[in-house]
Antibody
Framework: EVQLVESGGGLVKPGGSLRLSCAAS????????MNWIRQTPEKGLEWLSY????????RYADSVRGRFTISRDNARGSLYLQMNSLRADDSALYYC????????????WGQGTLVTVSS | DAQMTQSPSTLSASVGDSITISCRAS??????LAWYQQKPGKAPKLLIY???NLESGVPSRFGGSGSGTEFSLTISSLQPDDFATYYC?????????FGPGTKVD
């Protein structure tokens, strides 16, 4: 059974940092590109970042470029999102998602981890 | 960036109805479009990819069409399990973008 389990969310002060993790199982993780996507009631779904199978290609949304870093450890079956210089508008439910075939065609999503940025 | 719009934002329907949700891209995305269904407290679920391809395990009452800038999702004979919010998503170019959603109630 395919599983993606996010962790690492929580309450952080503005300007702080968090590292999100996504543990993958039930499929050959090293063969799939992955994404981070977040959701808020106000802004809806927002794609944040992409990483290809071997970390050779990474992409970011303008809203997080320079502050967030995506990475993966294929040996551990894990995806990460290092988030620095957090702002109140980064508060959201953060999902990791697996791509099927084409980049961005996310066929399976985790259940999300909640990040709240507040003083 | 390709901006995505959806209409309507809310759609009131009954079991057995056939409904259509529209999605428009701000520029040509060819057929690089997916449709997702999301229920409260759950992650989005892929229904349609490449504009018209039904994801494995998705009932055949779901159908997608369109290319370029105009797309639609049709649900024939709405079932109780289909009341949810539906999102279109373009993956033609980075940054990938999502529509604002259509709530079917």
């Amino acid at each position: 059974e395919v599983q993606l389990v996010e962790s690492g969310g929580g309450l952080v002060k503005p300007g702080g940092s968090l590292r999100l993790s996504c543990a993958a199982s039930g499929f050959p993780f090293s063969s799939y590109s992955m994404n981070w996507i977040r959701q808020t009631p106000e802004k809806g779904l927002e794609w944040l970042s992409y990483i290809n199978w071997n970390s050779g290609d990474t992409r970011y949304a303008d809203s997080v470029r320079g502050r967030f870093t995506i990475s993966r450890d294929n040996a551990r079956g894990s995806l990460y999102l290092q988030m620095n210089s957090l702002r109140a508008d980064d508060s959201a439910l953060y999902y990791c998602a697996r791509d099927k075939g084409s980049a961005g065609n996310s066929d399976f999503w985790g259940q999300g981890t909640l990040v709240t940025v507040s003083s | 960036d390709a901006q995505m719009t959806q209409s309507p934002s809310t759609l009131s329907a009954s079991v057995g109805d056939s409904i259509t949700i529209s999605c428009r891209a701000s520029h040509n995305i060819h057929n690089w479009l997916a449709w997702y269904q999301q229920k409260p407290g759950k992650a989005p679920k892929l229904l349609i990819y490449l504009a018209s391809n039904l994801e494995s395990g998705v009932p055949s009452r779901f159908g997608g069409s369109g290319s370029g800038t105009e797309f639609s999702l049709t649900i024939s004979s709405l079932q109780p399990d289909d009341f949810a919010t539906y999102y279109c998503h373009q993956y033609n170019n980075f940054p990938f973008t999502f529509g604002p959603g259509t709530k079917v109630d």
